[in-house]
C-alpha cells in the first residue's frame, strides 16, 4: 500500500518541486529562432472571408509588436517560420454576413447565405508553436488575457516577452 502511495504521490512532488525552483517550460528553441509567422484559426491569409475582421488587425496589431520587439523576423509563410503565433481576439460571438457563390454542380451553378461564425472565450488568445509542427502540435506557451491584444498595451505580447526573456536567462 505504502508502495503505490509513493508512487502515485512521486508525480505530483515532482511537479510541485519543478515549479518552486522556477522551471521554464520553454525550449531553447524558443529562445534561438529567428522567424515566426502570425495566424489565426482561419489561417494565415488575412484576404480569406473566414478571417474575422477582429482577428485580421490583430494579426497586424501582433505582426508591428514582433518588428518593433526586434527579437524575431516576421515571415509571411508558414513554412519559412521557426515559430508560430496563434491569434483569436476574444469574443463570445461574432458573425461576418457574406455571400457566396459557386460552381456547385457541372448542371447548375449555387448561390447562397455565405457566415462564417465565431463562439469561444471573451478573452483574447496568444498561443506559440514550434514552426516544424505548427499548431497541430501542441502549444510551448499559451495565455489568455481580456483586452491581451489590444493596442498599444498589448499585454499578450508583453507576457511572451517576459516568458522567452526568462528562458533566455535559464543556463
Same mark, same amino acid.
Given at each position: 500500500?505504502?508502495?503505490?502511495?509513493?508512487?502515485?504521490?512521486?508525480?505530483?512532488?515532482?511537479?510541485?518541486?519543478?515549479?518552486?525552483?522556477?522551471?521554464?517550460?520553454?525550449?531553447?528553441?524558443?529562445?534561438?529562432?529567428?522567424?515566426?509567422?502570425?495566424?489565426?484559426?482561419?489561417?494565415?491569409?488575412?484576404?480569406?472571408?473566414?478571417?474575422?475582421?477582429?482577428?485580421?488587425?490583430?494579426?497586424?496589431?501582433?505582426?508591428?509588436?514582433?518588428?518593433?520587439?526586434?527579437?524575431?523576423?516576421?515571415?509571411?509563410?508558414?513554412?519559412?517560420?521557426?515559430?508560430?503565433?496563434?491569434?483569436?481576439?476574444?469574443?463570445?460571438?461574432?458573425?461576418?454576413?457574406?455571400?457566396?457563390?459557386?460552381?456547385?454542380?457541372?448542371?447548375?451553378?449555387?448561390? /447562397?447565405?455565405?457566415? !462564417?461564425?465565431? *463562439?469561444?472565450?471573451?478573452? #483574447? @488568445?496568444? $498561443?506559440?508553436? +514550434?514552426? &516544424?509542427?505548427? =499548431?497541430?502540435?501542441?502549444?510551448?506557451?499559451?495565455?489568455?488575457?481580456? /483586452?491581451?491584444?489590444? !493596442?498599444?498595451? *498589448?499585454?499578450?505580447?508583453? #507576457? @511572451?516577452? $517576459?516568458?522567452? +526573456?526568462? &528562458?533566455?536567462? =535559464?543556463?
Amino acid at each position: 500500500m505504502r508502495r503505490r502511495l509513493c508512487l502515485l504521490l512521486l508525480p505530483i512532488l515532482s511537479a510541485v518541486s519543478a515549479v518552486a525552483q522556477g522551471y521554464d517550460p520553454l525550449p531553447k528553441l524558443v529562445v534561438h529562432a529567428r522567424y515566426v509567422f502570425v495566424t489565426t484559426n482561419a489561417g494565415g491569409d488575412l484576404t480569406n472571408p473566414s478571417v474575422m475582421p477582429d482577428d485580421r488587425q490583430a494579426v497586424v496589431d501582433v505582426q508591428n509588436a514582433i518588428k518593433k520587439w526586434g527579437r524575431y523576423a516576421v515571415v509571411y509563410d508558414a513554412k519559412d517560420a521557426d515559430l508560430v503565433l496563434l491569434l483569436r481576439k476574444g469574443h463570445t460571438t461574432e458573425s461576418q454576413p457574406g455571400i457566396r457563390i459557386g460552381a456547385g454542380s457541372t448542371i447548375k451553378p449555387t448561390v /447562397g447565405a455565405n457566415v !462564417p461564425t465565431d *463562439m469561444g472565450d471573451s478573452r #483574447d @488568445l496568444l $498561443a506559440l508553436y +514550434d514552426g &516544424a509542427q505548427g =499548431v497541430d502540435g501542441a502549444p510551448l506557451w499559451r495565455e489568455l488575457a481580456t /483586452g491581451g491584444l489590444d !493596442p498599444p498595451q *498589448m499585454a499578450l505580447i508583453g #507576457d @511572451l516577452r $517576459a516568458a522567452v +526573456d526568462k &528562458a533566455a536567462k =535559464v543556463p
